[in-house]
């Protein structure tokens, strides 16, 4: 069974930096897009970042020029660096991936990481 985890939030003063990373394993012939959204309380889920198979990257304006996506298709992973964090950052950060395997392509999540920013 395809599962992703993800590591790597935690606390961070404003202006700090976090990276998280998300790998994929069991099963996997092959990944597509592969995304980060995240949660914050009373709020619905949204797409922060996305990456295609390719490379090509799109970011949600509150994030632009402060968070790098980048994945490497050797080891199934996706990463968030994420610079200048700010408060309103704050959020569980999901993993999701457009997976291939034996029963054809599917979506996966992780369970998420939890990234506070706060002084």
């Known amino acids: 069974q395809v599962q992703l985890v993800e590591s790597g939030g935690g606390l961070v003063q404003p202006g700090g930096s976090l990276r998280l990373s998300c790998a994929a394993s069991?099963?996997?012939?092959?990944?597509?897009?592969m995304n980060w959204f995240r949660q914050a309380p009373q709020k619905e889920r949204e797409l922060v970042t996305r990456?295609?198979?390719?490379?090509?990257?799109n970011y949600a304006d509150s994030v632009k020029g402060r968070f790098t996506i980048s994945r490497d298709n050797a080891k199934n992973t996706v990463y968030l660096q994420m610079n200048n964090l700010k408060p309103e950052d704050t959020a569980v950060y999901y993993c999701?991936?457009?997976?291939?395997?034996?029963?054809?392509?599917?979506?996966?999540w992780g369970r998420g990481t939890q990234v506070t920013v706060s002084s």
């Open positions: 990456i295609t198979s390719g490379g090509s990257t």
């Open positions: 999701n991936a457009v997976i291939r395997t034996t029963a054809g392509w599917g979506d996966y």
């Open positions: 069991g099963g996997i012939f092959g990944i597509n897009n």
